[in-house]
């Protein structure tokens, strides 16, 4: 397969979206990471950038195709969100979309790190 960075996205939509293949987490988990060394330095791939973070952080959040991991999703959630506003300013389209799932990812991260700090601190 070429190793292009939007292909490599795709792929691992059809994996974890269940589209003509059989779901399959850990492939899809597996591609979008490809998807990410892939990616372009210069402005070629913005496109895909936010929802490329967004969908490695969703991934580590809950575990799926990998281990649940708040550290790497809190930090792949915050390099989604500035290009959120790539894809409001050059009118991607659904960039509404993407946008508030990305807020609403990063606030339940949030939340639940709040949670066990303040369940660890109850514990002291």
Known sequence: MNDNANTSYKVGDV?????????????????????????????????IKSDTYY???????????TEKNLFGALAYINKAHPYSYYDCTHDKFNWQSIAKKIEELRATIIGEFDDKIESDNQGE
């Open 15 to 47: 994996y974890y979206w269940w589209n003509f293949v059989r779901k399959n987490s850990v492939i899809a988990y597996q591609y979008y990471q490809k998807t990410k060394s892939q990616l372009a330095y210069d402005d070629s791939d913005n496109d």
């Open 55 to 65: 969908r490695l952080a969703l991934c580590l959040f809950r575990g799926i195709g």
